[in-house]
């Protein structure tokens, strides 16, 4: 009688403590889930939008620049053709062609290179959603996980260091069939220093 009651007593607590870590689970899983949901909503604002404006924004530094040094580069060789009477020649042609065709690879580096910002910006994003997805499992704390999803979130800022562009057109500008000729037209009016020789300065873009 006594080893029956025994193991009656044994089976009863068996499942009680079955049933307190069915329990503990449930509040476990309700915790992460509430959790997840508080990350989710911090990370909402890294949407689409969010990350197009960091590539409109590096865009919109570098191409007025390129289309400036373009025309620049454009007018210097058209004066140059035009001084030694090969502007409507089909090698002057050939040459204005030329300059058309650097400016659109320029034009494409350009846009590509936004575009790896854009990569970049989303992998951090994710990096650090997967992070805070990871202590939130961990840790089920819905409370500590509001709080280190508000730091996270804010520690990531869109802000981006551009330095002014490099002169795109030097090289061609100075190969042999336009050095001499821009030399000359040089010595009429001076190359913009800001172009050809661009500073050291950094801008800082939002």
Same mark, same amino acid.
């Given at each position: ?30 915790? /992460? ?23 409109? !924004? ?49 034009? /494409? ?15 951090? /994003? ?17 409370? =500590? ?9 804010? !520690?990531?800022?869109? $802000? ?7 002169? $795109?057109?030097? $090289? ?6 336009? !050095?001499?000729? =821009?030399?000359?037209?040089? =010595? ?16 800082? /873009?939002?």
């Amino acid at each position: 009688m006594c080893l029956g009651g025994s193991n009656k007593k044994a089976k009863k607590q068996a499942k009680k403590a079955r049933r307190e870590a069915e329990h503990a689970e449930q509040d476990r899983v309700r915790k /992460v889930n509430e959790g997840r949901a508080k990350i989710d909503e911090s990370f909402a604002k890294f949407d689409d939008p969010y990350f197009q404006q960091i590539g409109d !924004s590096f865009n919109g530094y570098y191409l007025p620049q390129l289309d400036d040094q373009y025309e620049d580069a454009r007018k210097q060789l058209v004066y140059s053709l035009a001084r030694k009477g090969n502007l409507a020649s089909q090698a002057g042609a050939d040459e204005l062609g030329k300059a058309q065709t650097e400016y659109d690879r320029q034009k /494409v580096r350009i846009g590509s290179q936004a575009q790896d910002r854009i990569a970049a910006a989303r992998a951090d /994003v994710e990096q650090n959603r997967s992070d805070l997805y990871a202590l939130n499992q961990a840790s089920a704390d819905p409370d =500590a996980i509001a709080s280190a999803t508000a730091s996270r979130a804010a !520690s990531i800022q869109p $802000t981006q260091q551009l330095s002014p562009l490099e002169n $795109t057109f030097a $090289t061609f500008l100075n190969s042999p069939a336009t !050095s001499m000729a =821009a030399y000359q037209y040089g =010595a009429n009016r001076p190359l913009s220093p800001t172009l050809f020789n661009p500073g050291k300065s950094v801008k800082v /873009v939002n």
